[in-house]
């Protein structure tokens, strides 16, 4: 171990390990094939969110009145919330392969 100071975040990161070890908690790190697969994972689900604003703005500018307005933004809050997830649902599953 060496001598330096250490910044408040390592110190924070050393209790949390060290509460996970006492909780019996085990880090086992990511294969390069998981890692692959949750990135592609995330890049299919960013696309799938700027598909839903591209359409979302397209029909907002479209829409002149308030409810509808309204209306649209329920739905695009929950296709963004549905799609999220969706997204860490599979992440997390390819995580504990």
Same mark, same amino acid.
């Given at each position: 171990?060496?001598?330096?100071? !250490?910044?408040?975040?390592?110190?924070?990161?050393?209790? &949390? !390990?060290?509460?996970?070890?006492?909780?019996?908690?085990? =880090?086992?790190?990511?294969?390069?094939? %998981?890692?692959?697969?949750?990135? =592609?994972?995330? #890049?299919?689900?960013? @696309?799938?969110?700027? %598909?839903?604003?591209?359409?979302?703005?397209?029909?907002? @500018?479209?829409?002149?009145?308030? =409810?509808?307005? %309204?209306?649209?933004?329920?739905?695009?809050? #929950?296709?963004?919330?549905? &799609?999220?997830? =969706?997204?860490?649902?599979?992440?997390?599953?390819?995580?504990?392969?």
């Amino acid at each position: 171990m060496n001598d330096e100071p !250490k910044s408040a975040l390592e110190l924070a990161m050393a209790r &949390l !390990k060290k509460q996970d070890a006492d909780a019996g908690v085990t =880090e086992h790190p990511l294969s390069d094939d %998981q890692k692959n697969e949750i990135g =592609e994972i995330r #890049r299919t689900y960013a @696309a799938k969110l700027a %598909q839903e604003e591209i359409l979302y703005k397209s029909k907002l @500018a479209g829409a002149v009145d308030l =409810e509808q307005r %309204q209306t649209m933004d329920d739905h695009y809050r #929950r296709d963004v919330e549905r &799609l999220a997830h =969706e997204r860490d649902r599979k992440v997390e599953k390819v995580r504990n392969a």
